[in-house]
Nanobody
Framework: VLLQASGGGLVQAGGSLRLSCVAS????????MGWFRQAPGKEREFVAG????????NYAESVEGRFTISRDNAKNTVFLQMNSLKPEDTAVYYCAADRSAGSVDRTSTSAYDDWGQGTQVTVSS
């Protein structure tokens, strides 16, 4: 599945951004979706994940309470609402799709089959 992420930008600390990721296939509704981020010189890290129905979500400890992942299966879209942004949230953000039902660790990049191109988020202090 092709994934197109958007919504990144430059924001001051304490501000908000909403990222979107549109999938190319209607089968999107069957996939677990995740958001990851990668800062310069660092490994790609898990941010948030959401089950196919949206009933189950999980977050990295660093964003818990500030970020919210959601999805609209009718529009083949997953969102990441980011509030109370901090300079350490600066990174390229990627959406990803896990097309298998049996992944054990969905905080790992290896669980995901398809990746979007990334969208830059920069938080100034």
């Amino acid at each position: 599945v092709l994934l197109q992420a958007s919504g990144g930008g430059l924001v001051q600390a304490g501000g908000s951004l909403r990222l979107s990721c549109v999938a190319s296939k209607r089968t999107f509704s069957r996939y677990f979706m995740g958001w990851f981020r990668q800062a310069p010189g660092k490994e790609r890290e898990f941010v948030a994940g959401i089950s196919w129905s949206g009933a189950n979500t999980n977050y990295a400890e660093s964003v818990e309470g500030r970020f919210t992942i959601s999805r609209d299966n009718a529009k083949n879209t997953v969102f990441l609402q980011m509030n109370s942004l901090k300079p350490e949230d600066t990174a390229v953000y990627y959406c990803a799709a896990d097309r298998s039902a049996g992944s054990v660790d969905r905080t790992s990049t290896s669980a995901y089959d398809d990746w979007g191109q990334g969208t830059q988020v920069t938080v100034s202090s």
